[in-house]
């Protein structure tokens, strides 16, 4: 399956992602912020990222910026899964390069669908 970052500044919404990912056969990075985040990927294949948006040291779009600043991530899916649900927010999202927005609390059955449509493409 896919290698997936998962990226959350809380504990318990990066295990209920984590979870949810690795029940369906995918590999998992969790990171603590955007920073951390870019210090753990450090050149691994990573097929999907999934950022919460709201985080300490690095936020979510500024990670998807960076992100996509890169060779390695350009063309990367990159879903912001947070509770900013603003149409304003989610314009910043697709601006900086998000491809999708989930708003949380999430439905686990549902973040796995929208992983693989969008890893299908």
């Known amino acids: 399956m ?6 959350d500044d809380s504990a318990s919404m990066r295990q209920m992602v984590s979870f949810a990912l690795r029940s369906s056969g995918h590999q998992v990075i969790e990171a603590v912020d955007g920073q951390d985040a870019l210090e753990k990927i ?7 990222v999934v950022t919460d948006q709201n985080m300490p040291r690095m936020d979510g779009l ?11 991530f350009k063309r990367t899916p990159i879903l912001v899964l947070t509770t900013e649900s603003s149409d304003e927010m989610k314009q910043a999202g697709r601006a900086a390069g998000a491809t999708g927005w989930m708003v949380k609390p999430f439905d686990p059955v549902r973040l796995i669908e929208v992983i693989g449509k969008v890893l299908a493409k």
């Open 2 to 7: 896919a290698s997936i970052l998962a990226v």
């Open 42 to 48: 450090g050149g691994q294949p990573i097929d999907l």
């Open 62 to 72: 500024t990670l998807v910026r960076e992100l996509r600043g890169t060779d390695q």
